[in-house]
């Protein structure tokens, strides 16, 4: 599984053929507490247990970077997304990352 740091996220959404997704798999509380904006990246949010029943609301000709607090749970559904054919990377380090690397007015939690 590819993943890249929150300061490459643009870059490499940059580099593809269609604007990518940030699939962010946290709750609703979390996403409410801190949340990324990104340019690039048009902003899903689909709490990780929701995403098998979802599944068919996401397009596979779109690459998607996988998004949760740290890493772990946005590693889980990447690799789930990729064995269902999807072309996705991890956000290491999740959001937290996001907060030190890219915008530091996200909170930390």
Known sequence: MEQIYPAQVAQWASQQAQRPVLLDVREGWEVQ???????ALDLVHMPMQTIPARLDELDKSRAI?????????SMQVAAFLQQHGFQVVNVAGGIHAWSAQVDPSIPVY
């Not at 507490?33 to 340019?39: D, G, I, K, L, N």
């Open 33 to 39: 507490t801190a949340s990324a904006r990104p340019e």
């Open 65 to 73: 970077a996988c998004l949760c607090h740290h890493g772990g749970r």
